[in-house]
């Protein structure tokens, strides 16, 4: 005698798939036990626990890298190099190069740094936007010769969106430096 659903389930296995294909992923991820995924990358812990238990993993090169800051710029053997130094945790942030303006480079760079690494700390990248970045703007002295802190606050505003859609995560943006040495001509 051949099995069969009874008639009152005829027709509806169909629409149940979709369910039991979701049960089945649910419980293939709920197998991994909470030993098998770093403390550090528990989304569930404190920040302060995951914090302290991602330091006591990382060597003391790795804390060194974390604060240490390249420069990338597209090309060949300086994007082999950037590679490599992000595999080995020898760097965490970027400043971006003039030209860089495609994602693609960005996205590869911070793939390696997920993916590739020992520990996949994601990487900070950050550009000088002090006169925009798409759209030039005057320095921030200039602008704030308007006397119009409504203007200076669109400006800047410009500059933030146009940063973040372009994948920089870190803008070093309009400062007023008091200028103690005539030698340093570049007050901005």
């Not at 595999?87 to 960005?106: E, H, K």
């Not at 900070?124 to 602008?143: K, Q, Y």
Request: hydrophobic letters at 45%; charged letters at 25%.
């Amino acid at each position: 005698m051949e099995w069969s659903l009874p008639r009152s389930f005829r027709g509806r296995g169909r629409s149940l798939l979709p369910q039991a294909f979701a049960c089945g992923i649910v419980l293939a991820l709920s197998s991994l036990s909470a030993d098998e995924l770093p403390l550090y990358r528990d989304p569930i812990r404190s920040i302060a626990d995951r914090t302290e238990d991602l330091l006591a993993r990382m060597t003391l090169a790795e804390k060194i890298g974390q604060l240490t800051q390249g420069v990338v710029r597209p090309g060949g053997s300086e994007m082999t190099a950037s590679i490599e130094a992000i595999r080995s945790g020898r760097v965490g942030s970027y400043i971006l190069g003039l030209g860089l303006d495609d994602p693609t480079a960005r996205n590869k760079l911070q793939e390696v740094a997920i993916k590739e690494s020992r520990l996949g700390i994601p990487l900070i990248f950050g550009f000088d936007t002090i006169h925009g970045l798409r759209t030039v703007f005057p320095i921030p002295l200039a602008v704030s010769c308007a006397w119009d802190p409504e203007l200076f606050l669109e400006l800047e505003g410009i500059a933030a969106r146009e940063s973040r859609a372009a994948g920089i995560d870190w803008v070093f943006g309009p400062l007023c430096d008091l200028a103690r040495d005539p030698r340093w001509g570049r007050v901005a």
